[in-house]
């Protein structure tokens, strides 16, 4: 679908959606009918922030009047304290092509990465002290950037920047040059937060491991849109959001993985009485508890735990391949509405045009976009806007409809059209 004319009406949006297999699922979530009084026309931020499912209107509801409000304490023994090795294995199977045992939820995103890669410095130092390089991109989501820099700081070992083109990502070629007998940890989005390249996790993995280096992959836009497939691609490490793609809410707490051979190889840095072998012995000294246990840390956030749980099923039961699916022909569609309607009036995709190598948002380029984007969220039509001129287009698979996409790209173009003047 390249521009493709015939596929610019509203009714093709409409045939588009009566032959989505996945096009019921929208109704399960909150405010996607047009009668929800101030819901957008089209909302086009699902990969920062997912629109919650109705489903977890009850669970939450439930939670409070009886988990909390009637077991109270006793919930913690009777499931809570299992609730991040229960909700990570499942989210591990539905989504992240991993085995049980390695995935749990727990600190936010950023101080996930800060103790996974804090982690995997310490045991590359201790196997092989010249390894004194982290190796980053320098157009990965600034969280990651800082953290690895401050652990370098912290270290005094050196950040290796792969330069990268802001409308791709990190491919085999520039990583390739960097890597080496000093190559300690690498750190690489699976898919970029700005241009939605999807890097080859397999490829990259393996070079890595062949120079003796450690990979840890963010899966925060890629976990719920794209399939991820950890044991098969035999990654070390993987942090990721769960209020992106598995609308677990805002701050919903993130999820982590280690490989089961590495988990008791490796120590982080924050030990706190959850993450201890017996945690209710209350005893002397830290001894780090087995398997990923030893990656927790306090009290288990399980507020933060709740909607998720209701989107991580919904994955299982859809199949994360019929979502891929659906996520590209979105993306796809959008992309030919934007060769049909923008580059007309200079706009650039900024996003892989090959589907392998795209994730599940598309960003065009255009010098008005910061503008665009302020006139279109006063009207209800929500994308977002990443320097530099970036529209960044996110396409949450599930509750995503083709006429929702043709609604809010239309409006782009109108939008656009109005601030350069041309009508
Ligand atoms: C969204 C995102 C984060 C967010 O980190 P928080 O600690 O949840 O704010 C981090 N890394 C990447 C790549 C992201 O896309």
Not at 72 to 90: F, T, Y
Not at 230 to 251: E, F, Q, R
Not at 283 to 289: A, D, F, I, R
Request: some cysteine; charged content about 20%.
């Amino acid at each position: 679908m390249t521009g493709d004319a015939q596929l610019t009406s509203l009714s093709d949006a409409q045939a588009l959606d009566a032959a989505d297999p996945l096009f019921g699922y929208r109704d399960q979530f909150v405010g996607v009918g047009s009668d929800t009084p101030g819901t957008p026309q089209a909302y086009f931020d699902g990969n920062s922030l997912g629109r919650p499912l109705k489903a977890s209107i009850e669970r939450i509801t439930h939670f409070i009047q009886n988990d909390w409000g009637t077991r109270l304490i006793r919930s913690w023994d009777e499931q809570w304290l299992e609730l991040p090795h229960r909700i990570g294995d499942a989210l591990a199977q539905a989504a992240l092509g991993a085995a049980p045992g390695q995935t749990i939820i727990g600190d936010s995103t950023t101080v996930m990465l800060y103790k996974f890669i804090r982690a995997a410095v310490s045991y590359q130092l201790d196997r092989d002290p010249n390894r004194t390089e982290l190796v980053i991109d320098d157009d990965n989501f600034p969280t990651d950037r800082y953290i690895v820099e401050g652990i370098a700081n912290e270290l005094g070992l050196t950040v290796r920047w792969v330069a990268v083109d802001r409308a791709l990502g990190v491919t085999l070629d520039l990583l390739q040059p960097v890597l080496g007998p000093k190559t300690n940890t690498v750190v690489i989005s699976h898919v970029a937060y700005r241009s939605g390249y999807l890097a080859d996790m397999a490829g990259l993995t393996r070079a890595i491991h062949d120079a003796g280096g450690v990979v840890l992959w963010d899966l925060c836009h890629s976990a719920g849109s794209v399939a991820v497939e950890l044991d098969a691609c035999n990654a070390d490490l993987a942090v990721g959001c769960t209020y992106k793609y598995i609308n677990g809410g805002p701050g919903a707490p993130a999820f982590g993985y280690v490989r089961a051979d590495l988990q008791e190889q490796m120590t982080q840095p924050i030990q706190g009485w959850i993450g201890h072998a017996d945690p209710f012995a209350m005893g002397p000294g830290y001894t780090p508890g087995p398997g990923m246990r030893r990656f927790t840390s306090g009290t288990v956030p399980v507020t933060g735990m709740l909607a998720m749980q209701d989107t991580i099923g919904l994955i299982a039961e859809v199949g994360i391949d019929a979502i891929r699916e659906k996520s590209l022909a979105l993306t796809e569609y959008a992309i030919g509405l934007a060769d049909a309607w923008l580059a007309p009036l200079g706009v650039e995709l900024a996003t892989p045009r090959d589907g392998r190598w795209r994730g599940g948002h598309v960003t065009l380029s255009h010098p008005a976009m910061r503008e665009v984007n302020q006139r279109l969220w006063a009207e209800d039509v929500i994308p977002d806007y990443r320097d530099p001129h970036g529209l960044r287009i996110g396409l949450s698979p599930l509750s995503t409809s083709f006429q929702e996409v043709w609604l809010g790209m239309s409006r782009v173009r109108d939008t656009l059209r109005a601030v350069l003047e041309l009508d």
